[in-house]
Each structure stands twice: as structure tokens, then as C-alpha cells.
């Protein structure tokens, strides 16, 4: 297939995937009986015949090589957050003083990193180095920087998973296992694997790469650490699905041929909410692909906007007041022949199919609400969760009022008034007229049911979606195991299963919210229904290692109780270093920046009051501006040595749950001691002589 400049006018669908080893691809290159095994490991998640991967290797090698590639890596996720890569050179000595390409099956098959040098939470010593990665053939090789890029699992010597791809990858596999079972049940016999599906949609940010240049913070911690509030933010609603400027459209049509050659969906874009701040949504593909493909945007949106003078922002919170970005998980269950298994049809009440997958869903989410809450946890997004632009730290469920009806007719064993879908009409005959979905959108939820997907709205735009997705896989599988379980005891299959949804609805209700998560009331009505709520990421992670959370990720062999250990400690130093960084960012900006601005002009104003004072002038507002600037600049001072000293105290500690603690109680607090009469000072202080962009420079500057 051909390949293409950001310049080039031809149509998506000619150079589409041309970058990906797809099934079009293998199909052209691989003999019959090899791509057929490989499609069924793709479809069926079977095992792919040992023979077959010297073949698939040399056949990649060469396709490779003929788009002008001449290393391979296995590439994989570790818990860095990002993505790890190790080049090869295809080249081989010949014997006769040149070189040969070669790739073959045992090198397609595994790759050797350094274990003991990617996070590990003290299952891997500083000398117990080696590592394995495996190939993972249910997700497409594909080139990048004229690398051959092939995508893989991550786990150490002994086997301990050290990645966040394994745990999606096992959780796939039992979500699968577990449903069949149920659709068995309702007779479905010729279905043969489910597939979870995610779309998510990423939100992020773009901003002048001049100004990101003269921001410390911006460099070293991905957000603004100080910044005085603009005097205009997102009042006027007006940069929602605004106009593109030329610069962000050029930046999208690129990223969109970028992430098209390596098959990438990506299909919606626009402006978000806050200003500067943009989104992009993909089509649904599978879980473990989608993960790849996130990954992937999220690196091409940074080296992209690189491109255009721009700088791509992904921290959750990169600004103070002003919106953040987070990740929309749309979460969904399909079958191999087709099936959307959360599509409600029309009539609801009469698809108990559905009704018994939802109700799965409620239960597991009302009793793991901990584990979707720490599966979304980290310092950035402790920035932006319970704002008004995210979902409040209290896990709750949103279903709509259609679907709640249903709900309250099969627990009280009523007739449903009112079933099948509404046309709406807008009111002008020249238009025409459409159905109304089952739901509305509820923007404060967690968790919304939005017609045939489970929305999870709060994930960090930062956030790998495999955490978060393992974590659903699991907890749904597990109900779907009782489930299961129970009716295939069952004497009478249907009687056995009006009960279940009966029983189920009654005790998991209390889990769903159709209402307002921002006002205060429902805080208080969390309270009184016993829901949890963790505010904090170190509260959150805290609850990994519960008994009850460990006993479903060891059943179904997701993770063992010494990986859950290692994660949570992995995920809290992470938290610690974090903040620790950004502590240590906002001293060197006060005292190298800040603090002699500040003192520069207090100097200034108090000349210009002896200055007026010497011929007699009236020098009343230069003394009030003074004696705010030196109060100002002395809490500065205080808040500067106090957040110093709190930092060195921290260094002390040891135990990644007390140092986690430390930096959320005691170093957090200081920091916003710090940032308030910077930003205040930031007012007084003219621009010229301020030492960084302001708010309003960085946002509106595009």
C-alpha cells in the first residue's frame, strides 16, 4: 500500500493501516493453513501452533524491510506509565564480511529487557536483571520510525507480571469464558468467544511551544504549578465545539493521517470545553488493541503537535480553574457472530438477556466500587476528580430513566407503563423527526449507561485504559460466575432467573444515580446509602489489597496476591515521587523566579515613594501597594522554608503507604500554602517584569 506525507490530498481509505501487518497483509504474504492459525488465535483466542512463527517472522522481516524498516523491538507497556521499546537490527553476519536480514520465529516470539531496571514493587532485586517479553499475535505488528514494532506482554524471570497489558489480556480470556456460559443458558450455542470492546475518548491539550518553553513546571511536572486565574476562562461556554484555529486544524488533519496509517480509528475531533483544550474519540475495537491504539495517540499526539511549534499537554490538571482532561472508557460486550450484548433493544423488559448482564454489571460495580476507584487513581487526577468538568470520587451508577423504570417493574413485579422508544419531534415540519435514545447523558456520572456501552468517565487523560478495564473485565466475570453458577443448578431455568433479577435489583440499587453528582446533597446521600468514598489516591490504593479483591484476581489467575502487593506499591511510590517532584519544581521557581521578581519591583515602589516624598507628593497608594507586596513576599518566604523543611522530614520516611501518606497530608497542603501568594503576587507584579507566561498568554495564544 502506498504511504503518504501530512501534505498529501489522497483519500483515508487508500493509505489506511498501510503501516500495520494486518490481515490484509498476512493474507498476501503467508501461506494459507499459517494465516489461517494466526486468525483463529485473533478470533478465538487460540493457541498459535508452535511451526507457524518462524514463518510469520520471516514473512514480517520482509514486508518490514520493503517499507524501508531495518530494526524490530518488542514493544511493551511496563508500569511506567508509557511505553518501552529495545531496537534490533535485523542484521546478521554473513561470513563473508557483509550482513544478512534475518528475523526469525524465536526472536518474534520473545525478547529479553532488563527486568530489575522497569518499576517491579520489590518483586525483582537491582541484580535479579532478566525479564521476558512475550509476542502477543492477537494484536497487529506495526512500523513506527522505520522500526518494526511488535506488540507484546511483559513479566520477569519467575513469571510475575510487570506489565499492564498481561492482567487485560487474562481478564479478556475470562470475561469471554464466563458469558458463553450465560449465553448457553439462554440457548445460544453457537457462540463461541466475547469480546470486550472499548472506545476512549482522549482528551488533551495544545499550547504554544514558546510559552511552554519559559515554564519550568511545565516541563519538569506537565502542569502549572503557580498561575494567577485569567480574567476570562470558560465562562462564555463559547470554545465547546468552536471553530478550529488553522494551527490546531493543521495539528488534527496530521495526527489523523498519522494514526490512520497504523490503523488507528480515530474518527471525532473537536474543541473540548476549556480553552486550548481539544478531543479525540476513536471507533470501539477490541480491549487489547484499544489500549495499543491509546498508547500509541497519546505518542503521536506529543510528537505531532512537536511538528507545528505546538506542545500536546496531558496532565489531568495541566491548569488551576480551569477544566481537565480525563479519558472516556466506553466499555461494551460483543460476540463473535455479531451481538452487541448491552444493546437493550426496544423492548427492555422483555430481553432478560440484557437485563441479566446489566444486572452483573450493577452488582459488581456496587460490590468492587474500590477497585474502579483505584483503577483511575493517581496525583494528576487528584487534581481534577469532584471538579465540575469531572465525576465525583464516589462510585455511582447511571442507567436513565427508561431503564430505571424497567428495573422498578421487576422488583415490585408491576406492569411497565410506557415501553418502546419515543419519537422526537423538533418542531418544524421540514425537519424530520427521530427516535430518542434510552438514555440521556449524565456527565457527573462515573458510570453511565449511554444506550448500548458502559461509560467510565474517570479515567485520567494521562491513564493507560488497561488498569481500569482489567479491573471491569474482572469484577464482571466474577458476577457472571455466580450468575451462571446459580441457574445452571437451577431446577426451572426461567423461575430461577426472574428470582436472581428480582433479588439482584433489590440488594444493588442503592448503587444507582440518576441525579446530580456535583451538589453537596448527594454526598450526603452516599452517606446514607454506604457507599465509599476515597478523595485521595493514596486512600484509594490503599484498598488493592483487600482479602475480598485479592480472592477474585487470584481465581481467575489475573494477578497473584505478591503482584497486588507489588502494584500498590508500585502506584503509591509513584504517587510520592510525583508530588515530591512538583514540590521540589515550585522551591526552585520561587526562589530563582518569583521571589527576586517580586523583591525587584517592591524595590521599585518603594524609590518611587522616596521619589515623591523628596518633592512632597502624595505617596498613599504606593505605600498601600508596598505594604502588599512585602506582606505578600514575606508569606512567600514562610511558605517557601516550610514546604523545604517538609520535604527534607519526607526523605526520612520509608514504606511506600507512610511516605504516600506523608506527601498527601503534610506536603500537598504546603505546596498550596506556597502556590496562594504567588498567584496573588502574580497580580501585583506588571507582566514585563513577571518571570513566566501567565494563564492568559498560554491559552489564548493559538
Known sequence: MPTIDAKNTAAPDAYFGCNVFNESVMRSCLPRKVFEAVMRTKRLGTALPKDTADVVASAMKDWAVSKGCTHYTQWFQPMTGITAEKHDAFLSPSGEGGVILEFSGKELIKGEPDASSFPSGGLRATFEARGYTAWDPTSDAFIKDRTLCIPTAFCSYNGEVLDKKTPLLRSMEVVSRQTVRILRLFGNESVQRVTTTVGPEQEYFLID???????????????????????????????????????????????????????????????????????????????????????????????????????????????????????????????????????PGDTPRENLQFLLILCAILKGVKEFAPLLRLSSASAGNDCRLGGNEAPPTVISVFIGDDLQQVLDAIEQDKPLDGTGKIAFNVGVDAMPQFRKDATDRNRTSPLAFTGNKFEFRMLGAADSISCCNFVMNTIFAWEMDQFATELEAAEDFHTALKALLVRTIRENKDIIFNGNGYGDAWFDECKRRNLPNYPSTVEALQQYTRPEFVEIFEKYSILTRAEIASRMDILLENYSKTVHIEAKTMLDMARKLILPAAMAYSGEVCRAIADKEKVGMDARVEREIAAELNDLTACLYDAVTDLNEQSGKASLLSGASETAEFYRKTIVPAMERLRAPADALELLVPAEQWPFPSYSDILYNI
Not at 256 to 276: F, R, S
Not at 306 to 327: M, Q, R, T, W, Y
Open 209 to 343: 511551544k514558546a510559552a511552554y518553553d519559559q515554564r519550568k513546571d511545565l516541563i519538569l511536572t506537565g502542569r502549572t504549578l503557580f498561575g494567577a486565574k485569567p480574567p476570562r476562562g470558560e465562562e462564555m461556554d463559547d470554545h465547546y465545539f468552536g471553530n478550529l484555529t488553522q494551527r490546531v486544524s493543521d495539528f488534527m488533519r496530521e495526527l489523523d493521517e498519522e494514526l490512520w496509517k497504523l490503523g488507528i480509528y480515530a474518527k471525532t475531533e473537536h474543541n473540548e470545553v476549556a480553552p486550548a483544550q481539544h478531543e479525540l474519540a476513536p471507533v470501539y475495537t477490541t480491549s487489547n488493541i484499544a489500549a495499543d491504539h491509546n498508547q500509541l495517540t497519546m505518542e503521536l499526539m506529543k510528537k505531532t503537535a512537536l511538528k507545528h511549534g505546538l506542545v500536546c499537554l496531558l496532565h489531568e490538571k495541566p491548569f488551576a480553574g480551569i477544566s481537565g482532561s480525563g479519558k472516556h472508557n466506553n466499555w461494551s460486550l460483543t460476540t463473535d457472530d455479531g451481538q452487541n450484548l448491552l444493546d
